[in-house]
């Protein structure tokens, strides 16, 4: 097997595997290290947010929405149906059988493309030279003209609430629970907090949600945030905000909580010191860039004071021929920007044009209903000192809203007063994920209010919404009450 290359990618998830197809597309050599392995032992390429987050969580999601629904939305549309039952391990099977072929399919891709798979830890040597150490303790050294850093993240465990992977758990356990908690805690009302928190709730546990700041959604829109935290109370959810733990500890089992354990969970917020006991407690108060031993002394690589990989806004780090994309260097950590960083890096590599528009990053919650948002919260706008106007539109004005029994939340839409660019778009409702493209596009090519306003949508759709929102920045919308 050769030990020399164009480009070695060190990391096999959203971000790493990307570039490594990217590159061979571009008829350079490749290998794509990736030291992943299931609690079952198996490497699987995909990282993170295939094996244990992005993909299973939505698998579960999709599920549980649907038996949610089943026994409480279907006999408002004449479906009523008795003696409805859980499956939970045909429904975990689901989401496993779902992971296992989408991480053959990379393999697949690999394969098409002619990536060298290499399964075993990275780790960067000086000169471009590249230690591989196979996961069966075999080492070998690698050559390459470029490499890319692509290690990813992990979740960031608290010393007040250490994991123990039985009772006090992370994300990816949180994922394959083979029992429904009667009472859940969640540290951390996130994205993976109150997703996870929506899976569990659905299906019967009473979930408490402990959240350290006193702001929902702290950094999105706050009229969304506001809209956001109304409807997950009302699904059941108990978030409790400015409630910081200082400590949790498992009883009545031992270590790992056994057949009667559970969790005692130390919290203050503005009431003083607070407690609960809780079956299972998920914490999900972030990710941490993951770069441990993937640096050798003499690289030259930088790392921040929060430790992601320093790099310049074309994701070189400063060292002639070494990138770094993704999760381990600054940027928001979603799959979707590391993947487009990847794509970029495996092309300037090339002698391409590559860019990306970190002004443009979408961002999805996949609660119900569905939380989404590209660009500026008005706060933000409105801080920047520029003039702005804001156009609403509710989604119980929508007539396929309406249809779907999905007449939650709405889009809101920030445009400039003085040149009506579209500043940020904030949906939350039905498809939100899907709907926030169209407003992704119009950023990207610095589209103005206007440009979506004579923008044909066809009727009856949930995108109507969008269009409407746009009307509605200028007092024109036809199917909503025009605020003054």
């Known amino acids: 097997m050769a030990d020399a290359f164009d480009v070695i990618v060190i990391g096999g998830g959203p971000a790493g595997y990307p570039a490594a197809i990217r590159t061979a597309q571009n008829g350079l050599t490749v290998a794509c290290i990736d030291e992943w392995r299931n609690h079952d032992g198996s490497a699987a390429f995909g990282g993170t947010c295939l094996n244990a987050g992005c993909i299973p969580s939505k698998a579960l999601l999709e599920s549980t929405e649907l038996y949610h629904r089943l026994r409480e939305e279907f006999a408002v549309h004449g479906i009523r149906a008795s003696g409805v039952e859980l499956d939970l391990a045909a429904m975990q099977k689901r989401r496993a059988d779902i992971v296992r072929k989408m991480t053959d399919g990379i393999a697949a891709l690999f394969k098409a493309g002619g990536v060298t798979p290499l399964q075993g830890h990275g780790k960067l040597l000086p000169g471009k030279r590249v230690e591989l150490t196979a996961h069966d303790g075999a080492r070998r050294e690698l050559t390459a003209k470029h490499v890319v850093l692509a290690s990813g993240s992990a979740p960031i465990e608290l010393a007040a609430a250490p994991f123990d992977g039985q009772r006090i758990i992370d994300s990816w356990d949180a994922l394959e629970l083979g029992a429904v908690p009667k009472r859940l805690g969640v540290i951390g009302a996130g994205v993976i ?3 996870l928190g929506s899976v569990w709730r659905r299906l019967g546990s009473e979930v408490i949600v402990l959240e350290a700041l006193t702001e929902f959604l702290a950094a999105a829109d706050q009229q969304l945030a506001r809209e956001a935290l109304r409807q997950l109370k009302r699904q059941g959810l108990d978030i409790r905000l400015g409630a910081k733990v200082t400590g949790a500890k498992v009883t009545g089992g031992g270590a790992g909580g056994g057949a009667t354990g559970a969790v005692e969970v130390s919290y203050s917020d503005a009431k003083g010191e607070q407690r609960i006991t809780v079956d299972t407690l998920i914490v999900a108060v972030g990710r941490r860039p993951f770069t441990r031993d993937l640096l050798a002394p003499g690289t030259g690589v930088a790392l921040d004071e929060r430790g992601f990989i320093v790099v310049d806004d074309h994701c070189r780090t400063g060292v002639e021929g070494v990138w770094a994309v993704g999760d381990c260097v600054r940027g928001p950590m979603l799959a979707h920007k590391g993947k487009e960083e990847g794509i970029m890096v495996a092309d300037l590599i090339a002698g391409r044009y590559g860019e990306v528009n970190y002004r443009a990053i979408p961002s999805v919650i996949y609660t119900a209903p569905e939380i989404a948002t590209v660009g500026a919260s008005e706060e933000q706008v409105k801080a920047s000192g520029r003039a702005y106007k804001v156009g609403v539109f509710p989604f119980l004005a929508s007539g396929r809203a309406r249809a779907m029994e999905a007449t939650a939340g709405f889009v809101k839409l920030i445009a400039a007063r003085d040149d009506d660019e579209i500043l940020g778009v904030h949906i939350i ?56």
């Open 429 to 484: 409702g039905p498809l939100a994920g899907e709907l926030i493209a169209e407003a992704v596009l119009a950023m990207e090519y610095s589209a103005s209010s206007e440009d979506l306003q004579r923008t044909m949508h066809a009727h009856p759709t949930l995108s109507e919404a969008v269009h409407e929102a746009a009307l509605a920045a200028d007092k024109r919308s036809i199917d909503s009450i025009n605020r003054p």
């Open 193 to 195: 907090g109150l997703e």
